[in-house]
């Protein structure tokens, strides 16, 4: 069973243009979770997600930033006109069930660069 | 939403030494988890534990819910344990992660 995939695991894009950061939750998953962190800092929630449906965004900044779970492939976290600020590590974690009634794993992160 | 705080912010030791690392949360929660973060950066699973004591190895974790805390504690630490240590609080739908403790454990 693999683990939680994310690809890219790095990411470089300029300013203004778009990032699409994508997760493939373990088998059997149907729950995703978003972190972002900044260097030296902790993870901080974005949105959680079941299939096809967005649970909680509270974490989601309101402009530029989305994410979905189709009911086929990966979860895809979708940044618009990347700024400067966007730099930085993005995780994701998947679980059989939410609310913490299983244990969630993380992937590796996707490192995103904006020059 | 839920407020998850964890002691010490730094951590340096001499290898062979013990420590406990705390996590405080500020709610009610579903469950807990303790993650290690690597210095390359990836997040390893330690524990998961919604209540009572694990140990696996040199490590071992308590969880005592109904005062909001937990607690790690590495036994006999090497250099390969350095890192940062992360608690996750579940509630109501989402995870929470603490700020961390950065563990330096020298030679």
């Known amino acids: 069973n693999a683990g939680v995939m994310q690809n890219p695991r790095h990411l470089v894009r300029r300013r203004g243009q778009e990032a699409r950061l994508r997760c493939s939750p373990m088998?059997?998953?149907?729950?995703v979770y978003w972190y972002r962190q900044l260097p030296e800092e902790g993870l901080k929630f974005m949105v959680y997600l079941q299939k096809e449906n967005i649970i909680d965004e509270s974490g989601m900044p309101k402009e530029r930033f989305s994410a979905e779970f189709p009911k086929e492939g990966p979860s895809i976290l979708r940044i618009q006109q990347v700024v400067r600020g966007d730099s930085a590590a993005y995780f994701c974690a998947s679980s059989p069930l939410g609310t913490g009634a299983t244990e969630a794993f993380f992937g590796q992160g996707t490192r995103l660069t904006v020059v | 939403g839920i407020q998850v705080e964890q002691s010490p912010p730094d951590l340096i030791l001499q290898e062979g030494a013990n420590s406990t690392l705390r996590c405080n949360f500020s709610d009610s929660v579903n469950n807990l988890q303790w993650f290690h973060q690597n210095p390359w950066g990836q997040l390893i699973n330690l524990f998961y534990?919604?209540?009572g004591t694990k140990q696996n190895g040199r490590l071992s974790a308590t969880t005592v819910a109904t005062e909001r805390y937990s607690l790690l504690y590495i036994s006999s630490s090497q250099t390969t344990d350095s890192g940062v240590y992360f608690c996750?609080?579940?509630?109501?739908?989402?995870?929470?992660f603490g700020a961390g403790t950065r563990l330096t454990v020298k030679p």
């Open positions: 996750a609080a579940y509630n109501n739908n989402d995870m929470r």
């Open positions: 088998k059997g998953h149907s729950h």
């Open positions: 534990i919604p209540s």
